[in-house]
C-alpha cells in the first residue's frame, strides 16, 4: 500500500491512504470494530472527495479484505457509481469470505491463522480497555481459529446472526456482477489464502467491466518479480499502469 500511494504521488496525483476503523493506532476514534462489510466507509470517502475536494477523477485499490471492500462498494453501487469514480482494482481480494477463512485453516496455514488470531485478540483486549464494559471478552477465551472469532466477537458486535451470515453478507462476489466502472482483479493462482476458483464465478467471468490478471505464481498480496527497477513490485507497477 506504501508502494503504490508512492507511485500515485510520484506521478503527480493525490494518494489518500484509508485505515482500518481501529488500524493505524485509530481504536480510540470509535468504539466500534472494523469487518469485511463496511464497504459503507469507502463509500463515505467517495462521497467526501468528490464533495469537498472536487476531484474529478478518484481511482480506489485494495488489498486482500480491502480488496473486497473496494469490489463490495462498486458492486453496490452498480450502474448508480458517480462519474468520479473511474477505476477499480483488488489485488488479491478475499471476495468469498467463508473460502478464504476455510483456506487459512488448513493445517497447511497454521502458523498464518495462529498468527492472525493471536493478534485479532490482542486489538480486542486493546479495545476493551478504551471502552470499558462495552465488549465481553469472556468467549473468546476459547477461541482457536478465526471461524470461531467471528461467531464469537464480529457476529456478536457488527449486527450478524453468526459467522457464517457475516461471511455470506459480506463477500464482495455476492455483487460483483453489477459493477459498471472499469474494474481491474489481480490474484496469484497459488495464494493460500484466497482460492483462485472463486475467480471462475459467473459474476467475474461474464462482466465486461473486469478485467483478471491472475500469474501462475505470486503468493498472497507479493508478486516480487526477478527483475530489478520499474516492474520490482509487478502488481503495484499494474494497478498504476490500469488506473
Not at 484509508?18 to 470494530?33: A, H
Not at 481511482?59 to 453496490?76: D, H, I, P, Q, T
Amino acid at each position: 500500500m506504501l508502494g503504490l500511494a508512492e507511485r500515485a504521488f510520484a506521478a503527480g496525483w493525490n494518494a489518500v491512504r484509508l485505515n482500518q476503523r481501529n488500524c493505524g493506532g485509530t481504536e480510540s476514534l470509535t468504539s466500534t470494530l472494523y469487518n469485511s462489510g463496511l464497504s459503507g466507509d469507502y463509500r463515505a470517502v467517495l462521497t467526501e472527495l468528490i464533495g469537498r475536494d472536487s476531484l474529478p477523477e478518484i481511482f480506489f485499490a485494495g488489498y486482500s479484505m480491502g480488496g473486497n471492500l473496494v469490489l463490495k462498494m462498486a458492486g453496490e453501487l452498480a450502474g448508480g457509481a458517480p462519474r468520479q469514480l473511474s477505476g477499480i482494482a483488488g489485488v488479491c481480494p478475499a471476495l468469498e469470505l467463508a473460502l478464504c477463512v476455510d483456506a487459512v485453516g488448513l493445517p497447511s496455514n497454521f502458523v498464518y491463522e495462529r498468527h492472525f488470531v493471536k493478534d485479532l485478540k490482542d486489538r480486542m483486549r486493546r479495545k476493551a480497555k478504551l471502552f470499558p464494559g462495552k465488549f465481553d471478552l469472556g468467549p473468546m477465551v476459547r477461541v482457536r481459529t478465526l471461524r470461531e472469532f467471528d461467531d464469537v466477537i464480529t457476529a456478536t458486535y457488527c449486527g450478524f446472526r453468526d459467522a457464517s451470515d457475516y461471511y455470506a453478507r459480506s463477500s464482495a462476489l455476492r455483487v460483483t456482477g453489477g459493477i459498471r466502472v472499469p474494474t481491474l482483479m489481480v490474484t496469484a493462482q497459488d495464494d493460500p489464502f484466497v482460492p483462485f476458483a472463486s475467480f471462475s464465478d459467473p459474476a467475474i467471468v461474464k462482466n465486461s467491466n473486469i478485467r483478471l490478471d491472475a500469474p501462475a505464481r505470486g503468493g498472497h498480496c507479493a508478486f516480487i518479480s526477478r527483475q530489478s527497477g520499474e516492474n520490482r513490485f509487478w502488481a503495484e507497477a499494474g494497478v498504476m499502469e490500469f488506473f
